[in-house]
C-alpha cells in the first residue's frame, strides 16, 4: 500500500469516529502527509512515558503537572492487561488501574494522551502484562492467533473500550492515538496476528489513529502496512529515522520510544544514562521536526510482586527510577531542568511552561526494631497432595511462593536435582536450611548430607517476576519436574500455597520476638529466628507525627517483600543495587504504622529505618548465597576446530550469519578477534542463535559459561547483557580498572544440546568503542569444562 492510501485510511478513522461522538469533539487529530495535525495545525508530539500502575493515585495529578512543567504536550501510558484482569473475566478499574481517571487527569492538566493497552506491553512489568492464568493452559502460544490466547486478548481489548472510548479526542477526550501490540517485530513475523489486535481495537470502539512501534532493524517482522508506524531507540536518530523512512516514506517521524536512561537488574550497577548524548538528541529530533515520547519521564516504581524479569533470567529491580528526568520520588533533577530548557525554545506560538508543582514532604524517620515474628513453617496453609510437583499454576496460584514437602529414605550423602528451579529454592531437611536451588546456575542441584533416619525434605520456592519479553514469557513458576534423589524419581508430595495476598497476610500467627509460638512445638519455634536462615515474616512498628514519602532503609536485610499499612511496597535483595523502598506518604498516617516483612534468608539485625534519600547503586556481591553463578571453567578451545569465520561490517546494523552446514552443541562460542576502530574494547548489544530453519532460538535455559573480561564497575556491562532481549544495553569487556587486549571470548550454555544453522549479532547501538570486526565460532559439547 502506498503512503498516500496509508494516509487516507487514517483519515478515514478520524472521520468514522466523528459520526456519533458520545460528547461532542472540540479538537480535531489527524496523521498529515509531513506532520501531526491538531485541529488541522501541524503538531510536533513532545510526549513522555509515565505508568499510572507505579505512581500511587494520590499523586497523580503531581507528576502529570511535573511533566507538563518540564515542557510535555503528550503523556504516553501502557495499560497492563495482568493488573486489569486478575483473573478471568473479572476487571479491575481501581486504585492505581483506574485508567480512564488518569486520562481526565491528564487531560485537566493541558496534556494529550497516547494510549498503549497492548494486550502486551513488556515495561519490564510481570510477564510483559499478559495475565499468569494463561500458564494453566498447556502449549498455549502467547502473542499469537492461538484462540486461547487470541480470544481473551479481543475480550480484554473490547473492556479496555468500553472503559476508556469516551475518552477519545474524537469524543471530547485526550486520547490521540492509540497503540497496536508492542514491538511485535522483536517477537514473530506473524502480521495476521497484528491485524487481528488492530480489529480488535476498532471493534472496542477506537477511532483515533492506531499505530504500530518497533525497533528499526526489526519493523518488517509483523508489518501492517495499514497502522501508522513508529520507530523505538535510544541514539542515533538520524540513522533510525533513515530506516523508518525505507519502511514508510511519508508521513510524520516518530521516535515512540527514546530512552533517557535505563532500568535496573538485582546484582548489577543502577544505570545513568548519557544526559550529554540525550539531550543533542533531542535537540536533533526538535530540529527536525520530529516526535517522540521519552521513556520514561517519570518511572515510579514496581509496586508489589509486579516487578518483571529480562530473559533469560536477569530479575528488575522494584525501583523503576530510570535515571527519567523526573525521579522515583517524584522530584526534580538536573535532567529535568535541562530538558525543561531545551522544550522551553520549541515551543508553539502561545504556549508557556508552567513552574514545577511542590513536592511532597519527604521525612526521615528513626531506627525502629521488629518486635514480632510469625516462622513461614508455623503458618501454612492446609496442604494438597500430588505424586510429584508441578507448577504453582497447576495449582490455580498466580504469585507469592510455594513449598513442597515430602520424606526421603536415610542414606549417605547424596545429590538431589530438579529438571528446573524457577526461581529460587531454600531447601531444608528436617528444618534445617540445607541451601538454595538457583534459577542463575546452568543447574538446579545440590549435594543432601548423610541422613541416620527418614528425613522431612522441604524446597521454599520463591518466584521473582516472570520474564517480560520474547518466548521465554512461557515462565511457569515453583520446583519443575523430575525431582530426583541419587538419580531416582521422588514422588508423594504435599504442597502449601503461599499467595501472600490479602488473606494470607491477615491470618498470620505473630508472636513477640523471644517468646514461645502459642500451639507449636518447640523444635518449630527454633525457626523463629535462632535457626540462621530460616524464612519468616518479621513486624515493625513505627510512630510518626505527620505523614511524607520517605524511603525504607532495608541494608540490613536479606530477600524477600516489605508491606507497609497493608501495601505491598517492593521485593528486596541485600546484593542490590537498591537498598531502599519508595514509601509514600499517602500511605502513611500521623500516629502508629505498620511494617511486615518476608525475609527468606533472615535479617543481620532486625532494624529499619526511614531515609530522605534512595540508595539505589550499592552492590554487596559478598552478601550473595551464590558466591558465584558462574563457576570458573577450563577452556577447551585449542583442540575444536571453528566452524565459521568471518567479518562483521562497520555501523549498527543487525547481522545474520548463516552457517554453511549446521552444528550441534551444549556451548556456542563467539571469538572476537579484533574491533573496527583498532582498540581493544569489545561489545555485543544482543546475540541470538539460529535453528536449521532459520527461527530465533529461545533463550531459556542459557546462562554465560565463560567471559574473558567484563565491565562491571564503571557501568553494567555484564555478559547477560548480550542475551538479555535488550539492544539498549550491552555487553562491554573492561575498560575502567584494565583493557585487555584481544582476542575476547564469549561462551553461551544453551542448557541442552541444539542444532544450530547461524546466529544474529546486534553491534553496540550507542556511539562509543566495541565493535567487533573479525570473529571466529566454535559449537560443541565440551568447549569448557570446570576446573
Given at each position: 500500500?502506498?503512503?498516500?492510501?496509508?494516509?487516507?485510511?487514517?483519515?478515514?478513522?478520524?472521520?468514522?469516529?466523528?459520526?456519533?461522538?458520545?460528547?461532542?469533539?472540540?479538537?480535531?487529530?489527524?496523521?498529515?502527509?509531513?506532520?501531526?495535525?491538531?485541529?488541522?495545525?501541524?503538531?510536533?508530539?513532545?510526549?513522555?512515558?509515565?505508568?499510572?500502575?507505579?505512581?500511587?493515585?494520590?499523586?497523580?495529578?503531581?507528576?502529570?503537572?511535573?511533566?507538563?512543567?518540564?515542557?510535555?504536550?503528550?503523556?504516553?501510558?501502557?495499560?497492563?492487561?495482568?493488573?486489569?484482569?486478575?483473573?478471568?473475566?473479572?476487571?479491575?478499574?481501581?486504585?492505581?488501574?483506574?485508567?480512564?481517571?488518569?486520562?481526565?487527569?491528564?487531560?485537566?492538566?493541558?496534556?494529550?494522551?497516547?494510549?498503549?493497552?497492548?494486550?502486551?506491553?513488556?515495561?519490564?512489568?510481570?510477564?510483559?502484562?499478559?495475565?499468569?492464568?494463561?500458564?494453566?493452559?498447556?502449549?498455549?502460544?502467547?502473542?499469537?492467533?492461538?484462540?486461547?490466547?487470541?480470544?481473551?486478548?479481543?475480550?480484554?481489548?473490547?473492556?479496555?473500550?468500553?472503559?476508556?472510548?469516551?475518552?477519545?479526542?474524537?469524543?471530547?477526550?485526550?486520547?490521540?492515538?492509540?497503540?497496536?501490540?508492542?514491538?511485535?517485530?522483536?517477537?514473530?513475523?506473524?502480521?495476521?496476528?497484528?491485524?487481528?489486535?488492530?480489529?480488535?481495537?476498532?471493534?472496542?470502539?477506537?477511532?483515533?489513529?492506531?499505530?504500530?512501534?518497533?525497533?528499526?532493524?526489526?519493523?518488517?517482522?509483523?508489518?501492517?502496512?495499514?497502522?501508522?508506524?513508529?520507530?523505538?531507540?535510544?541514539?542515533?536518530?538520524?540513522?533510525?529515522?533513515?530506516?523508518?523512512?525505507?519502511?514508510?516514506?511519508?508521513?510524520?517521524?516518530?521516535?515512540?520510544?527514546?530512552?533517557?536512561?535505563?532500568?535496573?537488574?538485582?546484582?548489577?550497577?543502577?544505570?545513568?544514562?548519557?544526559?550529554?548524548?540525550?539531550?543533542?538528541?533531542?535537540?536533533?529530533?526538535?530540529?527536525?521536526?520530529?516526535?517522540?515520547?521519552?521513556?520514561?519521564?517519570?518511572?515510579?516504581?514496581?509496586?508489589?510482586?509486579?516487578?518483571?524479569?529480562?530473559?533469560?533470567?536477569?530479575?528488575?529491580?522494584?525501583?523503576?527510577?530510570?535515571?527519567?528526568?523526573?525521579?522515583?520520588?517524584?522530584?526534580?533533577?538536573?535532567?529535568?531542568?535541562?530538558?525543561?530548557?531545551?522544550?522551553?525554545?520549541?515551543?508553539?506560538?502561545?504556549?508557556?511552561?508552567?513552574?514545577?508543582?511542590?513536592?511532597?514532604?519527604?521525612?526521615?524517620?528513626?531506627?525502629?526494631?521488629?518486635?514480632?515474628?510469625?516462622?513461614?513453617?508455623?503458618?501454612?496453609?492446609?496442604?494438597?497432595?500430588?505424586?510429584?510437583?508441578?507448577?504453582?499454576?497447576?495449582?490455580?496460584?498466580?504469585?507469592?511462593?510455594?513449598?513442597?514437602?515430602?520424606?526421603?529414605?536415610?542414606?549417605?550423602?547424596?545429590?538431589?536435582?530438579?529438571?528446573?528451579?524457577?526461581?529460587?529454592?531454600?531447601?531444608?531437611?528436617?528444618?534445617?536450611?540445607?541451601?538454595?536451588?538457583?534459577?542463575?546456575?546452568?543447574?538446579a542441584k545440590i549435594i543432601l548430607p548423610e541422613r541416620k533416619a527418614e528425613s522431612r525434605l522441604d524446597i521454599l520456592v520463591e518466584p521473582m517476576g516472570r520474564v517480560n519479553f520474547g518466548p521465554e514469557m512461557m515462565d511457569p513458576k515453583g520446583l519443575i519436574a523430575p525431582v530426583k534423589l541419587d538419580g531416582r524419581?521422588?514422588?508423594?508430595?504435599?504442597?502449601?500455597?503461599?499467595?501472600?495476598?490479602?488473606?494470607?497476610?491477615?491470618?498470620?500467627?505473630?508472636?513477640?520476638?523471644?517468646?514461645?509460638?502459642?500451639?507449636?512445638?518447640?523444635?518449630?519455634?527454633?525457626?523463629?529466628?535462632?535457626?540462621?536462615?530460616?524464612?519468616?515474616?518479621?513486624?515493625?512498628?513505627?510512630?510518626?507525627?505527620?505523614?511524607?514519602?520517605?524511603?525504607?532503609?532495608?541494608?540490613?536485610?536479606?530477600?524477600?517483600?516489605?508491606?507497609?499499612?497493608?501495601?505491598?511496597?517492593?521485593?528486596?535483595?541485600?546484593?542490590?543495587?537498591?537498598?531502599?523502598?519508595?514509601?509514600?506518604?499517602?500511605?502513611?498516617?500521623?500516629?502508629?504504622?505498620?511494617?511486615?516483612?518476608?525475609?527468606?534468608?533472615?535479617?543481620?539485625?532486625?532494624?529499619?529505618?526511614?531515609?530522605?534519600?534512595?540508595?539505589?547503586?550499592?552492590?554487596?556481591?559478598?552478601?550473595?548465597?551464590?558466591?558465584?553463578?558462574?563457576?570458573?571453567?577450563?577452556?577447551?578451545?585449542?583442540?575444536?576446530?571453528?566452524?565459521?569465520?568471518?567479518?562483521?561490517?562497520?555501523?549498527?546494523?543487525?547481522?545474520?550469519?548463516?552457517?554453511?552446514?549446521?552444528?550441534?552443541?551444549?556451548?556456542?562460542?563467539?571469538?572476537?578477534?579484533?574491533?573496527?576502530?583498532?582498540?581493544?574494547?569489545?561489545?555485543?548489544?544482543?546475540?541470538?542463535?539460529?535453528?536449521?530453519?532459520?527461527?530465533?532460538?529461545?533463550?531459556?535455559?542459557?546462562?554465560?559459561?565463560?567471559?574473558?573480561?567484563?565491565?562491571?564497575?564503571?557501568?553494567?556491562?555484564?555478559?547477560?547483557?548480550?542475551?538479555?532481549?535488550?539492544?539498549?544495553?550491552?555487553?562491554?569487556?573492561?575498560?575502567?580498572?584494565?583493557?585487555?587486549?584481544?582476542?575476547?571470548?564469549?561462551?553461551?550454555?544453551?542448557?541442552?544440546?541444539?542444532?544450530?544453522?547461524?546466529?544474529?549479532?546486534?553491534?553496540?547501538?550507542?556511539?562509543?568503542?566495541?565493535?567487533?570486526?573479525?570473529?571466529?565460532?566454535?559449537?560443541?559439547?565440551?568447549?569448557?569444562?570446570?576446573?
Open positions: 500500500m502506498n503512503a498516500t492510501k496509508l494516509l487516507s485510511v487514517f483519515a478515514s478513522l478520524i472521520l468514522l469516529g466523528t459520526c456519533a461522538p458520545a460528547q461532542p469533539a472540540t479538537h480535531t487529530f489527524a496523521i498529515g502527509t509531513n506532520a501531526f495535525l491538531l485541529d488541522g495545525k501541524p503538531f510536533q508530539i513532545r510526549c513522555g512515558e509515565i505508568h499510572a500502575a507505579r505512581v500511587p493515585k494520590a499523586y497523580w495529578r503531581q507528576r502529570l503537572q511535573m511533566a507538563k512543567a518540564m515542557g510535555l504536550n503528550t503523556v504516553c501510558a501502557y495499560l497492563f492487561w495482568n493488573l486489569h484482569e486478575p483473573e478471568p473475566g473479572v476487571y479491575n478499574w481501581s486504585g492505581r488501574a483506574d485508567a480512564a481517571e488518569f486520562c481526565r487527569i491528564a487531560q485537566e492538566e493541558g496534556l494529550w494522551v497516547i494510549l498503549r493497552p497492548g494486550p502486551y506491553a513488556c515495561a519490564e512489568w510481570e510477564m510483559g502484562g499478559t495475565p499468569w492464568w494463561m500458564l494453566k493452559q498447556d502449549g498455549i502460544k502467547l502473542r499469537s492467533r492461538d484462540p486461547r490466547y487470541l480470544g481473551p486478548a479481543k475480550a480484554y481489548l473490547k473492556e479496555v473500550g468500553r472503559v476508556l472510548d469516551s475518552l477519545q479526542i474524537t469524543h471530547g477526550g485526550p486520547i490521540i492515538m492509540v497503540q497496536v501490540e508492542n514491538e511485535y517485530g522483536f517477537y514473530g513475523k506473524d502480521a495476521k496476528y497484528v491485524d487481528a489486535i488492530r480489529h480488535a481495537l476498532l471493534d472496542a470502539g477506537f477511532d483515533v489513529p492506531l499505530f504500530q512501534c518497533n525497533p528499526p532493524d526489526e519493523m518488517r517482522n509483523g508489518l501492517v502496512t495499514n497502522l501508522f508506524q513508529t520507530a523505538n531507540f535510544g541514539s542515533d536518530p538520524a540513522g533510525n529515522f533513515k530506516k523508518l523512512r525505507q519502511i514508510q516514506s511519508t508521513g510524520p517521524l516518530m521516535c515512540s520510544e527514546f530512552y533517557p536512561g535505563w532500568f535496573d537488574t538485582w546484582g548489577q550497577p543502577h544505570h545513568l544514562g548519557n544526559t550529554e548524548k540525550y539531550l543533542a538528541n533531542l535537540r536533533y529530533m526538535l530540529d527536525a521536526g520530529a516526535s517522540f515520547s521519552i521513556y520514561m519521564a517519570h518511572g515510579g516504581t514496581t509496586f508489589g510482586l509486579w516487578a518483571g524479569c529480562d530473559r533469560p533470567f536477569k530479575p528488575d529491580t522494584s525501583s523503576y527510577d530510570y535515571d527519567a528526568p523526573i525521579s522515583e520520588a517524584g522530584w526534580t533533577t538536573p535532567k529535568f531542568y535541562q530538558t525543561r530548557e531545551l522544550f522551553a525554545k520549541y515551543l508553539q506560538p502561545g504556549e508557556t511552561l508552567p513552574e514545577p508543582p511542590a513536592p511532597f514532604p519527604v521525612i526521615q524517620v528513626a531506627p525502629f526494631a521488629a518486635t514480632e515474628i510469625a516462622p513461614v513453617f508455623d503458618n501454612l496453609p492446609a496442604g494438597m497432595d500430588d505424586k510429584t510437583p508441578r507448577p504453582m499454576e497447576k495449582y490455580n496460584q498466580g504469585y507469592g511462593a510455594i513449598l513442597y514437602r515430602t520424606q526421603i529414605p536415610a542414606g549417605g550423602a547424596t545429590t538431589l536435582e530438579a529438571a528446573a528451579i524457577h526461581d529460587f529454592g531454600y531447601v531444608f531437611m528436617d528444618g534445617k536450611r540445607i541451601g538454595v536451588l538457583d534459577r542463575r546456575s546452568s543447574s524419581v521422588l514422588t508423594g508430595w504435599t504442597i502449601y500455597k503461599l499467595p501472600l495476598d490479602g488473606n494470607m497476610m491477615g491470618g498470620l500467627k505473630f508472636h513477640v520476638i523471644g517468646a514461645p509460638a502459642s500451639g507449636t512445638a518447640s523444635s518449630d519455634n527454633q525457626l523463629a529466628g535462632t535457626v540462621p536462615g530460616a524464612p519468616a515474616f518479621w513486624r515493625a512498628t513505627f510512630n510518626i507525627e505527620k505523614p511524607g514519602d520517605t524511603f525504607l532503609d532495608l541494608r540490613s536485610w536479606g530477600k524477600g517483600v516489605v508491606w507497609v499499612n497493608s501495601h505491598c511496597l517492593a521485593r528486596f535483595w541485600n546484593i542490590g543495587p537498591t537498598q531502599t523502598a519508595f514509601t509514600p506518604g499517602c500511605w502513611l498516617h500521623a500516629g502508629t504504622n505498620e511494617v511486615v516483612i518476608l525475609d527468606y534468608l533472615g535479617p543481620e539485625h532486625a532494624e529499619l529505618a526511614g531515609l530522605k534519600k534512595p540508595i539505589l547503586d550499592e552492590l554487596h556481591p559478598e552478601k550473595d548465597f551464590a558466591k558465584s553463578h558462574r563457576p570458573p571453567v577450563k577452556l577447551n578451545l585449542d583442540s575444536v576446530t571453528s566452524i565459521a569465520s568471518g567479518s562483521f561490517a562497520p555501523g549498527t546494523d543487525t547481522q545474520e550469519i548463516k552457517f554453511s552446514k549446521p552444528a550441534t552443541g551444549k556451548f556456542f562460542c563467539l571469538e572476537a578477534l579484533n574491533s573496527q576502530d583498532g582498540k581493544p574494547y569489545a561489545a555485543v548489544a544482543e546475540m541470538d542463535l539460529l535453528d536449521t530453519n532459520g527461527n530465533t532460538i529461545s533463550h531459556n535455559g542459557w546462562t554465560i559459561a565463560y567471559v574473558d573480561s567484563e565491565e562491571r564497575t564503571a557501568e553494567d556491562g555484564s555478559a547477560e547483557n548480550a542475551i538479555d532481549g535488550q539492544t539498549a544495553n550491552f555487553w562491554h569487556t573492561e575498560w575502567k580498572n584494565a583493557s585487555p587486549n584481544y582476542p575476547h571470548t564469549l561462551i553461551l550454555n544453551l542448557g541442552k544440546e541444539q542444532a544450530i544453522g547461524g546466529f544474529r549479532y546486534v553491534p553496540r547501538q550507542s556511539e562509543g568503542a566495541g565493535h567487533i570486526k573479525d570473529f571466529r565460532i566454535y559449537i560443541g559439547d565440551n568447549l569448557v569444562e570446570p576446573k
